[in-house]
């Protein structure tokens, strides 16, 4: 019998909590990762509320330096950690099949002088469309549609770009490149980048509306990932029968894979929480595991190096945190984690090797306090032991000390 009849698990996407003991081997735009701390430096510099998550013990996890304006719970509802990632990257992928239980020991490839010539060929030959040339490097998804979006509707060429991540996206105006168009392209691109010297973790669709000078993108986003290499927590859980929901961008991540329940794309935030209730509350919902991401915190703010959007998105999420705890059920156990860093004031606009925060609540606790500093993967242990199904690749679970 598990001790949680059912898991929560969501992730604040890019919100870590001070630089990994390895972070100066990472660097963003050449400066190392040694000084990032995004809730550190978002709570600094233009102040932190998040009362909710602070009940839990967020204020009361380890650090240097406390959280500026998050303060230390004497007696908090739930319990806390930080937690270290063992794989070799810092990008989306490798965080979220680390929290299942996969080591990554060779990192996706990335494209910092963006993509070689014959990839870029290969695509116009597929699509009939030239790219453009100039866009394919590192960019911001807002500034690349804000330079080419322009040209792109004069000519129809295809605006293609990379990031710090290992990921390929080609931005398209929906009125000039049908999404079905869109779509195909990315799937091509999708089969020639499976394998070194272009092993990619994710071919990113970017549509996107409007006129210049004000373009929007819009949610008909799409992610074609690869599979990951060895089986996750996930797809222990499905094989053993037990009910697996993914909201957000989870089931692209895992391209499906141990995915029984998909709760489709959020809009927003807002829209993932209200995805996330509305599985939560489902007569359908006996029993088993839901896996959330809510990705506005990294998309709209980190990579953006915006802090005051970032806090307030932060706060919002706080501000609904009363809303998913209301709708457990006594042997509910909600986590709230994060995936890796994006400091908002830091050099660059990439991803940052950062601690990430661990909260855990449930109806059904007695105590309350500190867990020890773990790693990614204890996430996926935990899961693993409360639902009697063996664990992946690596992990220890704490399982014993949420009482």
């Not at 204020?59 to 959280?67: D, K, Q, Y």
């Not at 014959?118 to 590192?138: C, D, Q």
């Not at 690349?144 to 792109?152: L, S």
Request: hydrophobic letters at 35%; proline letters at 6%; one cysteine or more.
């Amino acid at each position: 019998m598990s001790k949680f009849n059912r898991m929560h698990l969501v992730v604040l996407d890019s919100v870590g909590i001070g630089a990994a003991p390895d972070a100066n081997d990472f660097v963003n735009a050449g400066v190392p990762d040694g000084a990032s701390d995004t809730l550190g430096h978002i709570s600094k510099s233009v102040g932190l509320n998040v009362p909710n998550m602070a009940k839990l013990g967020l204020g009361n996890i380890p650090r240097e330096t406390p959280l500026k304006t998050v303060p230390t719970e004497s007696n908090p509802t739930g319990y806390a950690t930080k937690l270290q990632e063992v794989s070799l990257g810092k990008d989306t992928m490798t965080g979220h099949w680390e929290i299942m239980g996969l080591n990554i020991t060779e990192p996706f490839d990335t494209f910092w002088n963006g993509f070689p010539e014959e990839i870029l060929t290969k695509i116009e030959e597929f699509s009939g469309r030239k790219v453009i040339r100039e866009a394919n490097k590192p960019y911001s998804g807002t500034a690349v549609i804000e330079d080419f979006g322009p040209r792109q509707m004069e000519t129809g060429e295809l605006i293609i770009y990379t990031s710090a991540d290992p990921v390929l996206q080609i931005a398209a105006h929906e009125d000039v490149i049908p999404l079905d168009e869109l779509y195909r392209i990315c799937e091509y691109a999708r089969s020639i980048t499976l394998e070194r010297p272009a092993l990619l973790g994710r071919i990113i669709a970017r549509p996107y509306v409007g006129e210049p000078g004000n373009f929007t993108r819009t949610s008909n986003r799409r992610d074609l990932a690869v599979s990951p290499f060895a089986p996750t927590v996930l797809d222990k859980l499905n094989e053993a029968g037990i009910d697996t929901y993914a909201v957000g961008k989870i089931n692209d991540i895992f391209n499906g894979a141990g995915i029984n329940h998909d709760m489709g794309h959020n809009k927003s935030n807002s829209h993932g929480i209200d995805n996330l209730i509305k599985a939560m509350t489902s007569e359908d919902f006996k029993h088993g595991f839901s896996f959330t991401n809510l990705v506005d915190f990294d998309a709209l703010y980190g990579h953006r190096r915006d802090p005051h959007g970032y806090r307030d998105c932060l706060h919002e999420f706080d501000q609904r945190l009363p809303e998913i705890i209301a709708a457990m059920r006594e042997d509910d156990l909600l986590m709230i984690t994060a995936d890796h860093g994006n400091d908002p004031t830091y050099a660059g606009t990439d991803h940052t090797r950062e601690y990430i925060p661990f909260l855990a609540y449930s109806p059904s606790f007695k105590g309350n306090g500190l867990i020890p500093v773990g790693y990614f993967s204890d996430i996926s242990a935990t899961i693993a032991e409360n639902f009697g199904v063996d664990k992946a690749m690596i992990g220890e679970s704490f399982l014993d000390k949420l009482v």
